[in-house]
């Protein structure tokens, strides 16, 4: 638990309480939330979280950006910014220090109708959702591109996204046929790349080693 005092809640104090509140079962319940990068692009959120959402049955999962600020002052310009993060987030949040108070109607239904959520942080840097922060449809090519900044890949055959720092046994496959074909290849290199979780390689080799070795399953029956 974060330790407030009087007149000296920083910009770094939300996002640790933020950060916190994504991991929380009671909060967002994400399964990652990096750390932000100094060198991460514009639009810069102050934290992200990425939560599964496929079940049992899929890999599916959420980005979820969010910015803080230390009061409710020019709210509206501040949800005007926060609305950019829905280029490469699926929901976007903006988390507000107020610890006397609550957001005002007129402050969530300017954030419900722009879609975004809004996060109320108390005294104690406890965070509360006020406003849920509906699904956007983000561009594929920025989140992915968002999601690799922060070093993370999503996984080809399972739909999974897992963190490159941490993972063993991955694998990355070379386009070069395809990036030839779009011209993207610079000095014989290539760089279009694609990458299969831990998971998929030890499956895809248990297949391997357990299939015949002429191909025909003995089972079959025509």
Request: glycine residues 6%; negative net charge; aromatic residues 6%.
């Amino acid at each position: 638990m974060i330790e407030p005092t009087a007149n000296k809640i920083s910009s770094n104090d939300l996002r640790d309480a933020v950060a916190s509140w994504l991991v929380a079962p009671s909060g967002a319940d994400c399964v990652f939330v990096p750390a932000i990068p100094s060198t991460l692009r514009d639009p810069r959120p102050d934290a992200v979280g990425i939560r599964h959402t496929g079940g049992q049955l899929g890999g599916d999962f959420e980005v979820i950006a969010v910015e803080v600020q230390l009061s409710t002052k020019k709210l509206v310009s501040a949800l005007g910014h926060v609305s950019s993060h829905s280029i490469h987030a699926d929901r976007v949040y903006l988390a507000c220090y107020l610890p006397e108070s609550e957001f005002s109607e007129e402050q969530m239904n300017v954030a419900l109708h722009l879609g975004i959520g809004l996060i109320r942080i108390d005294h104690e840097l406890v965070c509360h959702r006020s406003v849920l922060a509906s699904t956007n449809r983000p561009i594929p090519a920025m989140r992915t591109e968002l999601l690799y900044q922060l070093g993370l890949v999503t996984c080809q055959l399972c739909g999974v996204a897992y963190s490159l720092s941490s993972a063993d046994n991955d694998a990355v496959f070379w386009n070069e046929i395809w990036a030839d074909r779009f011209g993207r290849l610079r000095n014989e290199s290539v760089y279009d790349r694609r990458y299969l979780c831990p998971d998929c390689v030890r499956n895809v080799q248990d297949l391997s080693s357990s299939a015949p070795e002429d191909g025909i399953d003995s089972n079959f029956e025509p």
